[in-house]
């Protein structure tokens, strides 16, 4: 039952590691304005190393902590995005779970291993598979009704011992910020109260959980604490919100640690960071005033693109809306009405990427996008790739994929109040007991870290992975 003790000693011959995540941790935050309000993590950078974490392309949730635990790009992966293609149709995309994974993660490969693992809130890991132990359905768990665990009865002991879960905030794109804090509070203290049961029960060599609050709290707060934000206003009432959050966090770090053991290597890592949304930029809007997007009519108001009359048979481009954006090519022979010819298509992929750098924002100043390739950006293209990802003014920007717009740009977003875009660095600490740290290093790359993961737990990382432990790990 949940709470209680170890039943037999960790796997002989290794260490313990535990991986504290925080989704979206923002390194200026807890590297440089808040450090001396966190304890916790201060306390763990005087005595380990630190540093800054490059991420994936894209630096989204799913397929970077994908890429986190399986050391590949998130093209080897399939996963681009939290929505993805399931197939050459035009039907909207799909959400992304942990059945679209076909590389073994870091969980699969301990439990060959044979070492016992916990695995709490990391995505994608719902649908839960089995372990050598313990793993707890993420955000993308769609509810607790049906069991969101493995093994399958814990789900209903975590109902038993905590009551109603939240796997993720509700609404967190809302204009009710109290209650957006509120449920904070609450869900995070749910987390950590499972967390600090499962450590206490389980014998285990690898636990890791990562807590999603961070990237909601950022989401729906940054405005009140960022002065360079568009929309930020002096002296509001929610100003210190999020360093609130971050101060509790770093309060509930300290009660995990407290029981893990002495001599455990202990890492904190985010999956990406995170940065005030200067405005959005209309992606189809401006694929349709180009003349590569075809609607039979224009809609009156704002309206999701799979919500409109797209004209496909004279359509060549159309595009998905995020924190960064997609572009996908009505291809002849691949498209079920498709209208590029595939000699046609690199010469339009690079008519329409040199356009899209090229855009100066609304007030004519160069915006600084980035239009990428993936068959330049991974090592393989798995699943449907999109033909261009898009990053729009260095992630500052938003593409906004409604149509209906009046011009291009905009300082709202679509889907419901956002004031924080996501930043292609995270952040890493990792505090080893019986190793000096060596305070602030060069940045890591994201593919690194399940190879150090490993390290530590006397296991090879697989020959396949194309990160490499660093030397003080």
């Known amino acids: 039952m949940l709470g209680e003790k170890p039943q037999g000693p960790r796997s002989p011959g290794s260490r313990r590691v535990l991986v504290m995540g925080l989704d979206c941790a923002e390194p200026s935050l807890v590297f440089e304005r808040w450090r001396g309000e966190l304890p916790t993590l201060a306390g763990l950078m005087a005595r380990g190393t ?27 992966l399939g996963l681009y995005g939290f929505h993805n293609r399931a197939d050459h149709t035009y039907r909207p995309l799909s959400i992304a779970t942990a059945a679209s994974l076909k590389e073994p993660m870091l969980g ?78 609450r869900m995070t203290d749910q987390h950590f109260a499972l967390i600090r ?45 999020i360093l609130d959050y971050y101060r509790l966090l770093d309060a509930r770090l300290a009660e995990v640690l407290a029981l893990a053991g002495d001599d455990t290597v202990v890492w904190v890592v985010s999956d990406h960071g995170a940065k005030a949304m200067q405005g959005g930029f209309c992606l189809n809007q401006w694929l349709a005033d180009e003349g590569y997007l075809a609607l039979k009519e224009r809609p009156a108001a704002l309206t999701p693109l799979d919500k409109c009359e797209v004209d496909w048979p004279r359509t060549r481009i159309w595009g998905g809306g995020g924190y960064y954006g997609r572009l996908f090519f009505n291809l002849k022979g691949r498209e079920p009405a498709g209208v590029v010819e595939p000699g046609e298509y690199e010469a339009l992929r690079q008519e329409v990427q040199a356009k899209l750098e090229s855009l100066a924002d609304h007030r004519g100043r160069p915006l600084g996008n980035r239009a990428f390739k993936p068959q330049e950006l991974y090592r393989a293209c798995r699943g449907v790739p999109p033909d261009l990802i898009v990053y729009f003014g260095g992630l500052s920007w938003r593409a906004v ?12 977003n679509d889907t419901g109040p956002d004031d924080a875009n996501h930043a292609q660095e995270g952040l890493f600490i990792h505090c080893d007991p019986q190793r000096p740290g060596r305070g602030e290093v060069e940045r890591l790359s994201i593919y690194d870290l399940a190879p150090a993961f490993l390290r530590p737990l006397g296991v090879a990382p697989p020959p396949d992975m194309i990160g490499q432990a660093p030397d003080f790990a």
């Not at 540093?51 to 050391?71: E, F, H």
Request: glycine share 8%.
């Open 197 to 241: 049961m499962l450590l206490a029960r389980q014998a285990w060599d690898f636990f890791m959980f990562v807590e999603i609050g961070v990237d909601r709290a950022h989401h729906g707060l940054w405005k009140f604490q960022d002065p360079s934000h568009p929309k930020h206003v002096a002296g509001n009432p929610y100003q210190h919100a």
């Open 108 to 185: 699969d490969i301990l439990t060959r291993a044979g070492k016992s693992v916990g695995l709490v809130g990391v995505p994608p890991s719902y649908p839960p598979r089995p372990v050598n132990g313990v793993m707890v359905g993420c955000f993308l768990t769609p509810g607790t009704e049906k069991p969101f665990t493995w093994p399958p009865q814990l789900s209903a002991e975590i109902k038993a011992k905590i009551g109603e879960y939240l796997v993720d905030v509700p609404h967190f794109r809302s204009e009710n910020k109290d209650e957006l804090i509120a449920n904070l509070a």
């Open 401 to 412: 994929g409604s149509l209906g717009h009046n011009s291009w740009y905009t300082l709202d």
């Open 50 to 76: 630190w540093g800054r974490m490059v991420s994936t392309v894209p630096a989204i949730t799913v397929p970077a902590w994908a890429s986190m635990l399986s050391s590949k790009d998130p093209g080897q």
